[in-house]
């Protein structure tokens, strides 16, 4: 059974930055699309960011945010510089075109 961990969300203020941290099991990163998600309150999950050979980025998070991914440990991360308070919402990460069940999140806060 496919099963994601995300971890490394928190409370920061507008400007500063965080890791996000993504580890899968029963599926293998470097095989597919991996994509970090994210969902504010009252609006649907959408795509922010996703890796396979090369890279993809929402509009809204270009130039801030960077997506990579370690092999070795099957797990992607999201580096999330200068965050703005629209940036609040629980973030996950998922196979892109082949969606499998969700993990928990990680909460992301954003003061101004």
């Known amino acids: 059974q496919v099963q994601f961990v995300e971890s490394g969300g928190g409370l920061v203020q507008a400007g500063g930055s965080l890791r996000l941290s993504c580890a899968a099991s029963?599926?293998?990163?470097?095989?597919?699309?991996a994509g970090w998600y994210r969902q504010a309150p009252g609006k649907q999950r959408e795509l922010v960011a996703s890796i396979n050979g090369g890279t993809y980025y929402e509009d809204s998070v270009k130039g801030r945010f960077t997506i990579s991914r370690d092999n070795a440990k099957n797990t992607v991360y999201l580096q999330m510089n200068n965050l703005k308070p629209e940036d609040t919402a629980v973030y996950y990460c998922n196979i892109v075109y082949n969606r499998q069940t969700w993990g928990q999140g990680t909460q992301v806060t954003v003061s101004s």
């Open positions: 029963a599926v293998t990163f470097r095989f597919n699309v």
